[in-house]
């Protein structure tokens, strides 16, 4: 595994692989790594002949600077867990290596996507997002990028970054990977009780709820319903429950069964956001 932390250098190790005509895969991370992320190497493995995963914590993407300061930093285990795992490459840059001193200022048209849901709630959050995952698709060139669904949002946005962009990138899509009783892995998980993540499977309750009555009942008894289940654990806070299409996340209040759909939530437990999502059709 070669670990390199300037530009210059990894500019220099990937330009060679790509001379010799390797396709390259791109995982962005900010560390505080779990068998979600794992996942998302085992998929570039298979469809790229080199990965690179870069491990860095992004300040222009928090809104506020005390959850920037608790972002866990365990980067020994996280090395050895993509040794473990092959990953090929680790880029992990400082803040001063990835953001000049006098940073033009940066703002990229993400249409409705950057004022709904978490663009509403974290403003200026998809602003940071994008401008630290285009200026590492500018320096891998990537073939591909690997994204968890657990972030829908977040795709849909790099996806609409990369139309404007123009750019030769592919993002692979990997399902959600969840712990067997279904809380969806996060690095944010590291930041709750035994007893907290334990509330915290109300959130896949109420998903697959409306799942399994999505082709039966209205998206606003949906909601509520799936709200009553996590409402019904104590210590619980629901900030949003959604059910949108899921190719713009416009909020639908009856149902297309010819387009596909999404429900989204966000909970808050023991002071730690928790966001959470589930394919419907």
């Known amino acids: 595994m070669n670990t390199f932390k300037t530009k210059k250098d990894l500019q220099s190790y990937l330009g060679k692989q790509r001379e010799d005509g390797l396709r390259i895969a ?11 992320h794992l996942s998302l190497l085992d998929r570039a493995t298979q469809i790229a002949d080199i990965v690179v995963c870069s491990i860095f914590v992004n300040p222009t993407q928090f809104n506020d600077p005390k959850d920037l300061e608790k972002y866990p930093r365990p980067i020994e285990n996280d090395l050895q867990l993509l040794k473990q795992a092959g990953c090929d490459v680790v880029f992990m840059p400082t803040v001063e290596e990835m953001y000049l001193q006098n940073e033009p200022a940066w703002n990229i048209d ?22 630290i995952v285009y200026k590492l698709f500018t320096l891998v060139k990537p073939d591909v990028a690997c994204f968890g669904q657990k972030d829908f949002q977040q795709i849909m946005v790099i996806k609409r970054m990369i139309e404007i962009k123009d750019l030769p990138i592919t993002v692979e899509i990997c399902p959600t990977i969840r712990s067997k009783e279904g809380l969806a892995l996060s690095s944010r998980n590291m930041r709750l009780s035994e007893q907290g993540k334990n509330k915290a499977l109300a959130l ?6 409306i799942k399994t009555h999505f082709t ?12 009553d289940i996590i409402t019904r654990e104590t210590g619980l806070e629901i900030e949003y429950i959604a059910i949108c299409e899921s190719r713009n996340l416009k909020e639908t209040q009856t149902i297309d069964f010819n387009v596909s759909h999404v429900a989204m939530l966000v909970v808050w437990i023991e002071g730690v956001r928790l966001i959470d999502n589930i394919i419907l059709n």
């Open 204 to 209: 896949f309750r109420a998903l697959s709820y």
């Open 110 to 131: 993400l249409g409705d996507l950057d004022s709904v849901w978490e663009g509403q709630k974290r403003p200026g959050h998809f602003q940071g997002v994008t401008q």
């Open 26 to 36: 791109l995982i962005p991370t900010m560390g505080a790594l779990h068998s979600g």
């Open 216 to 227: 039966t009942h209205p998206p606003a008894v949906l909601k509520e319903n799936a709200a």
